[in-house]
C-alpha cells in the first residue's frame, strides 16, 4: 500500500508549476485587457468612440480583471511565492476597495468620463496597472521557467550511468 503513494515533493512540483502557469496566463490577460483599455481611452478621448460606446465596451471587463488579479494573489500565497504575493497585495486591496465601495454602481461613468481630468486620471491608472502587470509578467516568466527547469530536468545527481 505504501509504494501506491506518490512522495509529497511529487505534489509540491504540481502546485508549483500549477501556480506558475495559471500566474502566467493570468498576467498575459491583464496585460491585454490595460492594452484594450488604454486603446479604447485614446478613441475616446480623439472622438472616435462615443461615451455610452466606452462605458458599454469596458464595462463587462471591470470584474474579470478584480477577480484574475486576486486569484493571482491567492494562488501565490498558496504556492509561498512571498515575492509575488507582497507585491500584489496593495493592488489586490485597491481593486477590493474599489469593489465595495462602488457596489452596484458602474466603474465608468458615461456622464462624467468625458471630462479631461477624468480621461487623464483613467489614463494614468491604465498606463500604472499595464506597468505592473508587465512587471508581474517578467516575474511570472522567470518564475515558470525555474520550476520547469527545476522540477522536469533531471540533475546530474539523480542520473544513474
Same mark, same amino acid.
Given at each position: 500500500?505504501?509504494?501506491? /503513494? ?21 498576467? !498575459?490577460?491583464? !496585460? ?8 479604447? $481611452? ?15 465596451? $469596458? ?9 484574475? %488579479? ?15 504575493? $507582497? ?8 481593486? =477590493?476597495?474599489?469593489?465595495?465601495? &462602488? /457596489?452596484? %454602481?458602474? #466603474?465608468?461613468?458615461?456622464? /462624467? !468620463? #468625458? /471630462?479631461?481630468?477624468? !480621461? %487623464?486620471?483613467?489614463? &494614468?491608472?491604465?498606463?500604472? &496597472? +499595464? ?5 508581474? =509578467? ?13 522540477? +522536469?530536468?533531471?540533475? &546530474? #545527481?539523480?542520473?544513474?550511468?
Amino acid at each position: 500500500r505504501d509504494s501506491l /503513494r506518490l512522495p509529497t515533493s511529487f505534489f509540491m512540483a504540481l502546485l508549483e508549476i500549477f501556480v506558475t502557469v495559471i500566474s502566467f496566463i493570468g498576467s !498575459i490577460a491583464l !496585460i491585454f485587457n490595460q492594452i484594450y483599455l488604454l486603446v479604447a $481611452l485614446g478613441d475616446l478621448s480623439s472622438d472616435i468612440m462615443g461615451p455610452i460606446d466606452f462605458c458599454q465596451g $469596458l464595462e463587462p471587463f471591470v470584474i474579470p480583471e478584480y477577480i484574475v %488579479q486576486g486569484v493571482i494573489t491567492l494562488l501565490y500565497l498558496a504556492g509561498h511565492y512571498w515575492i509575488g504575493f $507582497l507585491i500584489n497585495v496593495p493592488l489586490a486591496y485597491y481593486h =477590493f476597495n474599489m469593489w465595495f465601495t &462602488k /457596489r452596484g %454602481q458602474k #466603474r465608468f461613468d458615461y456622464t /462624467r !468620463i #468625458r /471630462r479631461t481630468e477624468v !480621461i %487623464q486620471h483613467e489614463n &494614468k491608472l491604465a498606463y500604472l &496597472k +499595464l506597468g505592473f502587470y508587465l512587471v508581474l =509578467f517578467l516575474l511570472n516568466l522567470y518564475w515558470l521557467v525555474m520550476s520547469l527547469v527545476h522540477h +522536469l530536468v533531471p540533475s &546530474k #545527481r539523480t542520473m544513474v550511468f
